[in-house]
């Protein structure tokens, strides 16, 4: 099953396409896709409409599993990444890709089996379950990774 793995943001969308085959997980591939600040929302709403469209026509996703907003510290940030994941959620309705959804604490619970984990456990936890010392630069990208590996084991 290929599992397409998001962290909505305005700013950046961290994306990956992880490999599940039951036991075990592989990466196949992993980005981001990044909007400039001070370009009018709609047009990069638009960015991340058309870059997503393509990611999935692209890797065609068996399933997608999407990071859920719950509570947010910064009220000027929420609503556009509130926007960004509303936009990501239409491309995968539009493609008929189930869509699966995880809050950060979830995450966190299921690859370290503490769910106020901090960036740097996940990323261990991330790095063992890929088998794998390299990861992206970005945390975005990351938490990509972290929210298609808690889709696979979750969904077992």
Do not use: W
Request: net charge neutral; with cysteine.
């Amino acid at each position: 099953m290929k599992i397409l793995g998001i962290d909505p943001g305005m700013a950046i969308v961290g994306y990956s396409l992880v490999e599940f085959d039951g036991e075990k997980c592989m990466l196949l591939t992993s980005g981001s896709v990044q909007t400039q600040k001070g370009v009018r929302e709609s047009a990069r709403l638009l960015e991340i409409y058309n870059d997503m469209t393509t990611i999935i026509e692209k890797y065609t996703p068996d399933v997608a599993a999407i990071e859920k907003l719950f509570f947010f510290r910064n009220r000027t940030t929420v609503m556009p990444v509130a926007h960004a994941r509303g936009v990501i959620l239409t491309v995968l309705e539009a493609h008929n890709i189930p869509i699966y959804e995880y809050t950060p604490m979830e995450v966190k619970q299921v690859l370290t089996g503490y769910g106020r984990a901090d960036k740097k456990e996940v990323e261990h936890m991330v790095k063992l379950s890929l088998n794998t010392d390299k990861l992206p630069k970005l945390d975005d990208t990351i938490d990509s990774i972290a929210i298609a590996i808690c889709h696979s084991r979750s969904f077992k």
